[in-house]
């Protein structure tokens, strides 16, 4: 149940508007949980600087991450968008699920990446060195490290404000994961 409701073009200030139109124009559509960032004058614009700003996680790893941190965070608004995006960037639905759980057995790198992910998103930053080691290991680099800490905090705030407002998915709903 939603706790806020999906504002439209209309209910939102003339910088949110354009926000609005730029996401029509490139997704067809303003999801709803972008809409809901709306409510703030501010939020909508810094969270898409935020999420289009340079990183060198990207495509096929950026999903990594936001697949893992969503189902850390059990949030079904961005398990739905992101199963999507995943499967738009090459990603099988087994694959999908698999990422999900927190590894990436089909590829080293991103099952490096995958666990990692993981562990920070659950323990909270806490890793064990043998994890960061074994990112390295799998041909990471700082900077890398330093973009999927980035990215976990970019899909962090929509799993909050999915799990705060209820807004309603307007993604197909993602698989659930078998116990």
Known sequence: MSRLNVPTRDDVSPANQAH???LTKGLGMVPNLYATLAHSENALGNYLALQNA????????????????????????CLAAHTLIGKMNGFSEAQ???????????????DA??????????????VESA????FFAAGWTAE??????????????????????????DFPAAPKLAA
């Open 96 to 110: 999908v699920l698999e990422v999900r759980s927190g590894t990436a057995s089909f590829d080293p790198k991103l």
């Open 20 to 22: 609005f139109d730029t």
């Open 113 to 126: 990446l995958a666990r990692l992910t993981k562990a920070i998103a659950v323990q909270r930053g806490k």
């Open 54 to 77: 340079k990183s060198s996680i990207t495509g096929k790893a950026r999903e990594v991450v936001n697949l893992v941190v969503s189902q850390v965070n059990d949030c079904e608004y």
């Open 144 to 169: 890398n490290l330093v973009d999927t800490i980035v990215t976990i905090g970019d899909k962090t705030i929509t799993n909050y404000l999915h799990a705060v407002t209820g807004v309603a998915v």
């Open 131 to 134: 994890l960061v080691d074994a």
